[in-house]
């Protein structure tokens, strides 16, 4: 411990340094915790159990550093791997945790990194787009194309006589008996 004293800013305690440095690593980490998306909470802190040292606790600090790591890509919808982004929405990262959660006995303990986590989340969104890749084709497969589209005139339309009336409206009759002289010569 240090022999310097501080004060609380809030409350007007003195003590060393360290003990409010410590109160600030935990007010980050607990920020951290609260903007993770609300599916995912309660298998981040199981999740974060992994990374325990045996008979012992986490430091606040290491907590802290799990957190953002584990932010950064779960509130970008992405996840860079393998020089790759790969999209990573929530529900991605929800099956992720449950498949490493549901794996722990399997796994060597501590977790030192979120290696495993990440292989997961890649894997995973490279099977939603194979499978919607899959499904896209399978929809292009099917697809019959029947010509133009049917049209949308009405039975008996003429457009060359709903032409003339139009221009005869307008009082140009003289086009009208232009395009009809032109058509006899021919």
């Not at 084709?137 to 099917?142: A, P």
């Not at 339309?157 to 232009?178: C, F, H, S």
Request: proline share 7%; glycine share 6%; aromatic share 6%.
């Amino acid at each position: 411990m240090s022999k310097y004293q501080a004060m609380c800013p809030v409350c007007g305690a003195f003590g060393a340094p360290e003990i409010f440095l410590a109160e600030a690593i935990k007010r980050e980490a607990i920020a951290k915790a609260l903007r993770m998306p609300h599916p995912l909470a309660m298998q981040v802190q199981v999740y974060i159990g992994l990374f325990r040292p045996p008979k012992r606790g986490h430091s606040m600090d290491r907590v802290e550093r799990i957190l953002e790591e584990l932010l950064e890509p779960i509130e970008a919808g992405k996840l860079r791997r393998n020089g790759r982004d790969w999209p990573a929405p929530v529900e991605i990262w929800k099956y992720a945790l449950d498949q490493v959660i549901s794996r722990r006995n399997k796994l060597t303990l501590p977790l030192k990194d979120h290696g495993y986590l990440f292989e997961v989340v890649a894997g995973e969104s490279d099977r939603a787009e194979a499978n919607a890749e899959k499904k896209l084709e399978e929809q292009r497969k099917h697809h019959v194309r029947s010509g133009p589209k049917e049209s949308s005139v009405p039975l008996g339309y003429n457009p060359v006589e709903a032409w003339k009336r139009d221009m005869e409206r307008l009082g140009r009759t003289d086009l009208v008996e232009k395009v009809e002289g032109a058509k006899s010569e021919e």
